[in-house]
């Protein structure tokens, strides 16, 4: 069984940081593309970032602007999302899936909400 278990999320005020974590298990997680996405209240899913297999390669949303960083560590099935320089329109509950630009299987979530 597929399980993505979300955490470090929290409340931070703008300008503030955040480390998120996804914890695999369930599938070969070194072979497959992960991505994160956010869904804000209201609003659609939103993809934020994606990353291959081995690391090499990642991608992010336009409105990242260098501002988040996606990483992970195949050795501990684990996928990881720094957020930096946070601002209010990025709370929201922040999911990782398995895939390039997908939110198809994407785990329980975790919030984010930035305020002052």
């Known amino acids: 069984e597929v399980q993505l278990v979300e955490s470090g999320g929290g409340s931070v005020q703008p300008g503030g940081s955040l480390s998120l974590s996804c914890a695999a298990s369930g599938f070969t997680f070194s072979n497959v593309w992960m991505s994160w996405v956010r869904q804000a209240p209201k609003k659609e899913l939103e993809w934020v970032a994606s990353?291959?297999?081995?690391?090499?390669?990642?991608e992010y949303g336009d409105f990242v602007k260098g501002r988040f960083t996606i990483s992970r560590d195949n050795a501990k099935n684990t996928l990881y999302l720094q957020l930096n320089s946070l601002e209010t329109q990025d709370t929201a509950m922040y999911y990782c899936?398995?895939?390039?630009?997908?939110?198809?299987?994407r785990g329980q979530g975790t919030q984010v909400t930035v305020s002052s």
């Open positions: 899936a398995p895939g390039y630009k997908s939110s198809a299987g």
């Open positions: 990353i291959s297999t081995d690391g090499g390669e990642t």
